[in-house]
């Protein structure tokens, strides 16, 4: 079975349909939070997202729009927040209200979480990488830090696929991971898109511009 894993989509459309048109045939996909924030097309990804009835957990941006909050966050992440609120239909807000903090999916072989299994908050960069991490599932999927990395251990994989709306690693292109759960392995994949567009997009939307600046560089 071959499973597409993306996460931190935050709102970047254009991202999110280059990472769903260049990835493999997949048997599934899977989520690992923060669908919505900073980008201009909330309600599309959720829909994205929902209609293709996607396993995924509930991020830290996802939440604050759930709460109608985000006083923790910087003025980029408080105006994505606030723009999500504005923009999503109370159905689309429902699905990410009935989000859960983590998830056992395929036959329980793979956990989802956003930030690490013990807090949902707390960042797992790649030098936190470790088998102790893993309980009873054989794949655990996290996101939260935008920095894309996997590792395998005999006692399992630990992967992150990487942030489609707002990669942090480094490398502007969107990304994305395949895990292939037969061979217990794992492909991390990145992918160009058209980053101009969701500049001009968040410069129209009346978002903070340097959401839009610092996707060319990718931090």
Request: glycine share 10%.
């Amino acid at each position: 079975m071959n499973v597409g894993l993306v996460s931190d989509i935050h709102g970047n459309r254009v991202a999110l349909e280059a990472v769903l048109e260049d990835m493999p045939d997949v048997d599934a996909l899977a989520c690992a939070g923060d669908v919505v924030g900073y980008n201009p097309w909330p309600a599309d990804c959720v829909d994205a997202v929902r209609e293709r009835s996607v396993p995924t957990v509930l991020g830290n941006h996802d939440a604050a729009v759930v709460d109608r909050t985000g006083f923790r966050f910087n003025g980029m992440a408080q105006a994505g927040v606030r723009h999500a609120i504005e923009h999503l239909e109370d159905e689309q807000l429902e699905w990410l209200e009935s989000l859960p903090e983590e998830r056992l999916e395929f036959d329980g072989r793979v956990k989802l979480v956003h930030g690490h299994p013990e807090n949902p908050d707390r960042y797992t960069y790649p030098e936190d990488f470790s088998p102790r991490l893993l309980g009873d599932e054989d794949v655990l999927v996290l996101g939260h830090t935008h920095v894309q990395h996997a590792e395998r251990y005999a006692e399992g994989i630990v992967v992150n696929p990487g942030s489609v709306g707002q990669p942090r690693d480094g490398d502007p292109r969107a990304g994305y991971a395949v895990l292939d759960l037969e061979a217990m392995t794992v492909e991390t994949r990145r992918v160009a898109y058209d980053v101009e567009a969701v500049q001009r997009a968040v410069k129209d939307a009346g978002l903070p511009e340097r959401i839009g600046t610092r996707l060319a560089r990718g931090k």
